[in-house]
């Protein structure tokens, strides 16, 4: 399985980006999917996920961010809105068997490789 990002990209605070995760190799509708994110100097946390029964924000962006997924085309996306410098990292979408929405770093079974959202203030 491959997980593809995009969508990344400089904004200014208040701004909003749509990113995309593509997989490819199998369909990953029966998987939870979703986002974690590295800030500069900040180890990987989680951000949102989704699995058939619901979706999971992490506090830091409940309000401001929505994550869909599109099972025909085996992707995701997520859109972020009233953007913060804080948001600023590389963004990782994910896959995991276990289909839970609060994703666990260490029960991913795949990662995208990453795109970088720089929020200028």
């Known amino acids: 399985v491959q997980l593809q990002a995009s969508g990344g990209g400089l904004v200014q605070a208040g701004g909003s980006l749509r990113l995309s995760c593509a997989a490819s190799?199998?369909?990953?509708?029966?998987?939870?999917m979703g986002w974690f994110r590295q800030g500069p100097g900040k180890e990987r946390e989680f951000v949102v996920g989704?699995?058939?029964?619901?979706?999971y924000y992490a506090d830091s962006v409940k309000g401001r961010f929505a994550i869909s997924r599109d099972n025909a085309k085996n992707a995701e996306s997520l859109h972020m809105n009233s953007l913060k410098p804080e948001d600023t990292g590389v963004y990782y979408c994910?896959?995991?068997?276990?289909?839970?929405?609060?994703?666990?770093?260490?029960?991913?079974?795949?990662w995208g490789q990453g795109t970088l959202v720089t929020v200028s203030s």
């Open positions: 994910a896959a995991q068997i276990r289909d839970e929405a609060t994703m666990v770093q260490s029960q991913i079974d795949y």
């Open positions: 190799g199998r369909t990953l509708r029966m998987y939870a």
């Open positions: 989704i699995n058939r029964y619901g979706t």
